[in-house]
């Protein structure tokens, strides 16, 4: 596996990472008439991307999170 895509984030900032994730989707859903819905389902979709697969984007780019 290419180490890009390697685990790099710990149980909590899995949770966290979920949480946020799952609480975009529901933005997304109550602004649906408003037009946000698709920026915020993606990013959403993303974020529980990274909370299953236990990697954060930034931290793979090198980039120091505080989770």
């Not at 859903?29 to 990013?43: N, Q």
């Amino acid at each position: 596996m290419n180490p890009f895509f390697s685990r790099n984030i710990g149980i909590y900032g899995r949770l966290v990472r979920g949480l946020t994730g799952l609480a975009l989707l529901l933005a997304a859903y109550l602004s649906h008439p408003v037009g946000l819905s698709g920026t915020l389902t993606g990013a959403g979709i993303f974020l529980l991307f990274e909370a299953l697969r236990g990697w954060c984007v930034l931290r793979a780019c090198r980039i120091k999170t505080p989770l």
